[in-house]
């Protein structure tokens, strides 16, 4: 058995105590901007939030007319931008332990003086551990909301997005419309194929996807073989042809497999959101849809305006 230390119970130490709490005392009320700086970014792991912070921390040693900071996280760009800029610029790579998190620059009318110049990259190199502490958690929280394979939001992230949409759509009554689309016989390919090709197409149906859809439109994995996709300011009819377009896409996905050449076809379900309508309620008219679709021979897209239609 591994022997554990005991812990040292000795008595109260008055002096230690009292140090501690001078010490709490100037952590809180320093007016040390650095002792501010970081007392006010450990806060938060909001990067948006910290970057507010550090720009105001900074604007009281050195003014700048502008701040920019940009950082791909998770493969999504992240930008960041405050005032307006001058020609003036001086611009950082923030960087710790050999890491990146990103690219700040400041920009004025008139020149930096190298003492502004170092009192920056003071600040910045109080600044950049909470500055990866809040990269790295938006780095987990978009973990959490990707599928693994297709690389796309997965069903979480949707289950966010519609809730928001519902509450967008309610207070300024815009159209929204969901399409569910379902791979077509895929059992049947994984049966046959394995899951290593299941898994190609799959990754293949989620670019297609994407192609086929607007910047706005947002893809997501529902589950198994079945997709979603939001599309905004979107009215029942046009959201029809965009899921024509997405079988169109879909079809075109062929993978060799040897002496064999695998492609996939999908159905599609739609459905309009309804004023006063909850995402589940919406979601269940889109998957009705859809298993009308399915229940038609496949291949074809079907509408679900109502519950009871």
């Known amino acids: 058995m591994k022997n554990i230390p005991t812990i040292n119970k000795s008595g109260p130490q008055p002096q230690k105590l009292a140090a501690l709490r001078q010490a709490h005392r100037e952590w809180t009320e320093s007016p040390d901007a650095l002792t501010r700086l970081t007392r006010r970014l450990s806060t938060t792991l909001n990067l948006e939030t910290q970057l507010a912070i550090l720009a105001e921390e900074i ?55 190298e003492q502004e110049l170092e009192g920056i990259e003071l600040i910045l190199a109080a600044a950049i551990c909470p500055i990866r502490n809040a990269c790295q958690f938006i780095a987990i929280e978009q973990a959490a909301l990707t599928d693994s394979l297709t690389g796309v939001p997965n069903k979480r992230a949707m289950d966010e997005v519609l809730a928001r949409a519902c509450c967008l759509g309610d207070r300024h009554g815009e159209d929204y419309s969901l399409i569910l689309c379902d791979l077509d016989h895929f059992k049947a390919v994984n049966d046959r194929y394995g899951h290593v090709v299941g898994d190609h197409i799959l990754k293949l149906a989620a670019v297609e996807l994407q192609k086929a859809v607007r910047n706005s439109d947002s893809v997501y994995r529902f589950g198994g073989e079945e997709f979603a996709i939001l599309l905004p300011h979107t009215n029942e009819s046009h959201a029809r042809v965009v899921a024509d377009r997405i079988r169109e896409y879909i079809s075109s996905i062929s993978v060799n497999c040897g002496d064999t050449d695998v492609s996939v076809s999908t159905s599609c379900g739609v459905a309009q959101r309804l004023p006063d309508e909850t995402a589940n309620q919406w979601l269940t008219r889109a998957d009705e849809a859809l298993y009308r679709a399915k229940d038609h021979g496949r291949d074809c897209t079907r509408v679900f305006a109502a519950i009871g239609n």
Request: proline share 4%; charged share 20%; hydrophobic share 35%.
């Open 59 to 113: 604007s009281a040693v050195v003014p700048f007319d502008c701040m920019n900071y940009r950082h791909q996280i998770a493969a999504r760009e992240f930008v960041y931008a405050t005032g307006m800029g001058g020609p003036h610029r001086c611009d950082y790579r923030l960087n710790l332990e050999g890491s990146f998190y990103g690219t700040l620059s400041l920009s004025r009318r008139q020149k930096f003086a």
